[in-house]
């Protein structure tokens, strides 16, 4: 939220340069991002004292040389007014009126050698302001838009301020720093400071923070028209959604521009003035934090007619019936859901309750009757409407963040009250106000031994109240506890901890003494499958893995992706918010490879290379259990290039294929300490004839193998031709039990190894696993190394065979291996794999 600094002047002295508010707000938990300056010293262009002033116009004459041009006399406080040749549209409609300084018109008068921005660049060029003949009249003044001053890109017409009863003190002279000079303190609005969303939240917390007592806006209101209480009646269908609703009748207003003061301080917060009405209702909000809306009560009372002809008209908050939409101020129209409240009368809707008015009921130009509303919400209803609906405005942010029903009435009467004063509005007689249940006041009990133990503050019950009364709590001070009644602002604070942490704020963080602890430390215990967790991402990012932390909510559709044929979908088995931000975010998650594969969809239109890993949790539903079962998952994708694209290599690189995963797997395994096996098994994920089952002492713990490629277009990889998409999901609450905590390892032996290489003729069917099994059984001791290397299948062998082809690595960890040795070790695993798996050696 953007707070210029002199519009928080208004309700508190600040003596203070504008970095130390800064910190002053952000050291309290108000976060200021950013600091913009406006012609004041740190301004990228900032306005000379002695030559950008305000000038008082005194008289427009026609140019006798140019018709698109006027002589504008301006006085700014020298001995004699200086003569302004300016094409300022906005000057043309006070030609010919003689005299108009009674009309206290001020705008900004930039003198000779000033430096502005140039108006008639699209970009911010600075120039500087030269004296020169125009059409046969010197001139060495320029009246200013508030582009060549860099407030705005507006340069239809220079700025124009009437001094009156509620505008500045405008004087001739004064430097315009003084005037229009600001800072904008760009704050970070975040839930817990929700009561800040405004321009008297944040001066009451820097008034709390500096020991000072806010002043208030006016909130008086002077009604002098024909009573309301017979036009107008308000009802609610449901006042849990809908507590509260404001309504005031302001006849007879005048359609025209907001005074300059008011545009100004709506542009500086981050608002484009519209109109006067519209200008009032946004000021209102920014000023207070209480959205307000307006309707045409013309239009209003002609709808009446039909239902009423004699009677009121007849506001009524409602939920949506059956198939009902209503079209926005946007021009959208909305298909209602069940909660989305509404405001209606008897004819049809006017607009979406907290969120967005309806089209038909807007403010018209022709407008000159204004009933103008203001209501309190239920933050979460507004919160999942506007979040449903797509519909983010500044009332939504304010109410789903929490509106205290008390301030309806205030910002009501307050918005009223300027609609009279600035556009010249006459406000009915009374108000009405439906407030079927008024919330009580919320007290809170505080220990002071409690506050003191969590605070680390040594400060008596006087001392804690006194804080908490510069923060407008009513307190009661015990023996040896104190009552806190909670403003109605406050609708954060629920607890004794909510106290502290104002205690803590108020008193500064910075002041807390540091102390040591008092009390002994408990035990220090591991997490170990924690640990355990840590150690297989370290393994895999090793391995070249990528880790990623993808969203725990989905959609049960986005993961029916992963089953080749149709799965149905039953959402009880999901545990299922209550208030999604979106119906793609509204279950959480039975699976973290439907997660990795989104993010691989993603990445696949960017990346030549995917090789991405998620440890975390799936969430299955208990039906008899208050919460459900987390469990731990490991999922990993590979795909695209073992190794990036480079000029050096002539051929293309080479894809991830099943070996590429296996060895992953393997070199994880190994690390791990853990023996699996691998098994070929049938998944609706994977391609059939290249999936494995991964087996941990016969127990199933994974799979592992290519995703089907139905499976990855579903899920829209962006893949070259034949590419394949390696995957693998494992169970680690079933692999992390049997990671030993300790293992036997062999020292490095000091003596030469022997290698020697084996071609070996086995059935096809014979997996490579099991030879190399049989291999290390024969072995024995010596063999300490076993590598495959090559796989032959053709003319040389048998059709039924197949030529496994390893490097055995022979070393003893006492002595020089002599060849008789190797020989005879050779020799009897030769003779051993025959007998065993009917393997021999290849000719």
């Known amino acids: 939220m953007r707070v210029p600094l002199s519009w928080l002047k208004d309700y508190v002295n600040i003596d203070q340069p504008v970095t130390a508010v800064a910190a002053t707000l952000t050291n309290a938990g108000l976060e200021v991002k950013t600091i913009e300056h406006y012609g004041i010293p740190g301004a990228d262009l900032e306005w000379e004292r002695d030559k950008v002033v305000l000038g008082h116009i005194l008289q427009v004459e026609q140019h006798p040389d140019a018709e698109r041009l006027v002589l504008a006399t301006v006085a700014y406080g020298a001995t004699a007014p200086e003569v302004v040749v300016t094409g300022a549209p906005n000057l043309f409609p006070y030609v010919g009126q003689g005299s108009i300084a009674h009309l206290n018109l001020y705008s900004p008068l930039a003198l000779e050698g000033a430096t502005l921005y140039d108006g008639h660049k699209a970009e911010q060029k600075k120039a500087k302001l030269k004296g020169r003949e125009l059409r046969g009249i010197y001139n060495r003044c320029m009246l200013c838009s508030e582009k060549e001053l860099g407030i705005s890109d507006e340069h239809d017409g220079v700025i124009i301020m009437v001094k009156d009863s509620d505008s500045p003190d405008y004087q001739p002279g004064v430097p315009l720093q003084d005037v229009l000079g600001d800072a904008v303190l760009e704050i970070d609005i975040i839930p817990n400071i929700a009561r800040c969303a405004s321009m008297v939240g944040v001066a009451r917390e820097y008034a709390a923070l500096t020991e000072q007592t806010i002043c208030y806006p006016d909130y008086n209101v002077v009604m002098t028209g024909a009573p309301l209480a017979d036009r107008v009646v308000i009802t609610t269908e449901n006042p849990k959604l809908n507590p509260r609703f404001v309504a005031l009748l302001i006849e007879g207003v005048a359609q025209k521009p907001s005074p300059y003061w008011m545009q100004y301080r709506l542009r500086l917060a981050g608002q484009r003035p519209i109109n006067v009405v519209v200008d009032i209702s946004n000021y209102v909000m920014l000023e207070m934090g209480q959205p307000n809306h307006t309707f045409d009560y013309d239009f209003l009372r002609q709808r009446a007619d039909q239902y009423a002809p004699a009677g009121p008209v007849h506001i009524h908050t409602r939920l949506p019936r059956a198939d009902e939409t209503l079209t926005t101020l946007d021009g959208t129209t909305h298909e209602l859901q069940s909660y989305n409240i509404l405001v209606t009368d008897m004819v049809g809707n006017l607009s979406l309750g907290g969120v967005m008015g309806g089209l038909d009921s807007e403010i018209k130009p022709e407008t000159k009757n204004v009933l103008l509303e203001a209501a309190a919400w239920n933050f979460i209803n507004i919160r999942r409407t506007s979040a449903q609906l797509g519909i983010h405005t500044d009332a939504a942010f304010r109410f789903s963040r ?68 510069w923060l407008e ?58 640990e355990q967790e840590e150690r297989i991402k370290d393994i895999l990012v090793q391995a070249g893995l990528q880790e990623i932390i993808a969203f725990r909510l989905t959609a049960p559709e986005r993961e029916t992706r992963l089953y080749l044929t149709p799965q149905t979908t039953n959402t009880d088995a999901y545990v299922t918010l209550t208030n999604p931000l ?102 609706p994920t994977y391609r059939p004839g290249r999936t494995a089952q991964i087996l941990l002492n016969d127990t199933p713990i994974g799979w592992m193998g290519e995703i089907h490629p139905l499976i990855v277009e579903r899920f829209g990889l962006r893949l070259n031709p034949g590419q394949p998409v390696l995957a693998a999901d494992i169970n680690l609450e079933a692999l992390i039990p049997a990671i030993p905590h300790a293992y036997p390892y062999t020292p490095l032996s000091t003596y030469p190894a022997v290698h020697e290489d084996l071609a070996l003729i086995v059935d096809k069917s014979m997996t490579a696993a099991t030879v190399t099994a049989a291999l290390r059984e024969a072995g ?63 000719a």
Request: with cysteine; glycine share 6%; aromatic share 6%.
């Open 402 to 469: 929490g509106v205290h029903p008390s301030q309806a009435l205030l910002g009501a009467k307050r918005a009223a009250e300027l609609l009279r004063r600035l556009a010249g509005g006459t406000v009915a007689t009374g108000i009405v106000d439906t407030y079927p249940d008024p919330p009580t006041a919320v007290k809170v009990k505080l220990d002071l031994d409690y506050a003191r133990r969590l605070s680390g503050l040594n400060l008596s019950g006087t001392e804690m109240a006194n804080l908490l009364r």
């Open 582 to 683: 979106s119906p793609e975010r509204a279950v959480m998650r039975h699976s973290i490879l439907a997660s990795v594969m989104e993010t691989a969809a993603a990445n696949s239109r960017y990346q030549e290379q995917i090789a991405i890993f998620e440890i975390g949790q799936i969430f299955l539903n208990k039906t008899d259990a208050a919460l459900p079962d987390e469990k731990t998952r490991l999922s990993l994708v590979l795909t695209g290039q073992r190794t990036p694209t480079h000029w050096q290599e002539a051929a293309a690189p080479s894809l991830y294929d099943f070996f590429d995963l296996k060895g992953v797997l393997e070199h994880l395994f190994t690390n791990l300490h853990v023996t699996v096996s691998y098994t070929a098994a049938h998944h």
């Open 473 to 530: 709590f009513d307190v009661t001070v015990h023996a040896n506890s104190l009552t806190a009644t909670v403003p109605d602002h406050r609708m954060d604070i629920e607890g004794g901890h909510d106290l502290v942490e104002e205690l803590c704020r108020v008193y500064g963080y910075g002041r807390i003494p540091s102390t040591v602890l008092a009390d002994t430390l408990p035990p220090q215990r591991g997490n170990p499958s924690l």
């Open 780 to 842: 024995g001791a010596l063999l300490q190394d076993i590598a495959l290397f090559d796989v032959y299948e053709g003319q040389q062998v048998p059709p039924s065979k197949k030529s496994l082809a390893y490097h055995l690595t022979f070393q003893s960890p006492t002595k020089t291996l002599a060849d008789k040795e190797v020989s005879k070790t050779r020799a009897r695993i030769l003779k051993l794999l025959e007998n065993k798996i009917g393997a021999h050696l290849r």
